[in-house]
T-cell receptor
Framework: SQKIEQNSEALNIQEGKTATLTCNYT??????LQWYRQDPGRGPVFLLL?????KEKRKERLKVTFDTTLKQSLFHITASQPADSATYLC?????????????FGGGTRLMVKP | EAGVTQFPSHSVIEKGQTVTLRCDPI?????LYWYRRVMGKEIKFLLH????????ESGMPNNRFLAERTGGTYSTLKVQPAELEDSGVYFCASRLSRDRVGGYTFGSGTRLTVV
C-alpha cells in the first residue's frame, strides 16, 4: 500500500525566509497530489493540487513541485510570515481508485518566527 | 457559501455507549467522505458516498461503524458500541465530481473521546 512520509519534526524558520517542506511516497505514482494546511482544532484546508504530468504549480507565495522519478513533492512558501505557522499535510490520490480517496502523510509543523 | 458543518464538535462517551456524528456537506456536493485521525497517526479514509450510495467503505474499521446518507444530503456516522480505540477526530469532507482542479472541503471535525 502507499506510504507517505513527511518530516515529523517541526520546521522553524525566520520571517521573510522561504520554507520548504518535503513529501515522499514509496509506491506507485499518484494521479495527483494535494497540499493542505491545518490549524489546531480545525479541519485541513486545501491549498494546491498538482497532477502527475505537471512539474510545478504556483499560487501567490506558494509553489509545489512534483518529481515522479524521485517520488517526491516539495512545498515552498516564499517570504514566510508568522501567520503561515501551521501544520502542512501532503495527500495523494491513487490512480487506481475511482472514488478519489486520499492517502495523507502525517504532516509537518511549520513555525515562522518574527 | 457555507462550508462543511460537523456536529457535535466534541463528544465524550463511556465505552459501550452509542454516538452519532453528523456532517452537512456543501450544498450540491455529490461526494461526501469520512476520515479519522487517531492520536499520533495520520488522517485515514473511512468511507465515501456519491449522493446517497456508498462508493467505497474499505476504510471502515469494523461493523460497529455505520454510515448513512439518506437523500444524498447530510450524512451520519454511528459508532455502536463505542470502544476506547475509537477515540480520535472524525473529519467529513465534500467535493463536486465535476471539479477537476480543486481539493476537498473539510469540516472542523468531531473530537470523540471514549472513556
Amino acid at each position: 500500500s502507499q506510504k507517505i512520509e513527511q518530516n515529523s519534526e517541526a520546521l522553524n524558520i525566520q520571517e521573510g525566509k522561504t520554507a520548504t517542506l518535503t513529501c515522499n511516497y514509496t509506491n506507485y505514482s499518484p494521479a495527483y497530489l494535494q497540499w493542505y494546511r491545518q490549524d489546531p482544532g480545525r479541519g485541513p484546508v486545501f491549498l494546491l493540487l498538482i497532477r502527475e504530468n505537471e512539474k510545478e504549480k504556483r499560487k501567490e507565495r506558494l509553489k509545489v513541485t512534483f518529481d515522479t522519478t524521485l517520488k517526491q513533492s516539495l512545498f515552498h512558501i516564499t517570504a514566510s510570515q508568522p501567520a503561515d505557522s501551521a501544520t502542512y499535510l501532503c495527500a495523494l490520490r491513487s490512480p487506481y481508485n475511482a472514488g478519489n480517496m486520499l492517502t495523507f502523510g502525517g504532516g509537518t509543523r511549520l513555525m515562522v518566527k518574527p | 457559501e457555507a462550508g462543511v458543518t460537523q456536529f457535535p464538535s466534541h463528544s465524550v462517551i463511556e465505552k459501550g455507549q452509542t454516538v452519532t456524528l453528523r456532517c452537512d456537506p456543501i450544498s450540491g456536493h455529490d461526494n461526501l467522505y469520512w476520515y479519522r485521525r487517531v492520536m499520533g497517526k495520520e488522517i485515514k479514509f473511512l468511507l465515501h458516498f456519491v449522493k446517497e450510495s456508498k462508493q467505497d467503505e474499505s476504510g471502515m474499521p469494523n461493523n460497529r461503524f455505520l454510515a448513512e446518507r439518506t437523500g444524498g444530503t447530510y450524512s451520519t456516522l454511528k459508532v455502536q458500541p463505542a470502544e476506547l480505540e475509537d477515540s480520535g477526530v472524525y473529519f467529513c469532507a465534500s467535493r463536486l465530481s465535476r471539479d477537476r482542479v480543486g481539493g476537498y472541503t473539510f469540516g472542523s471535525g468531531t473530537r470523540l473521546t471514549v472513556v
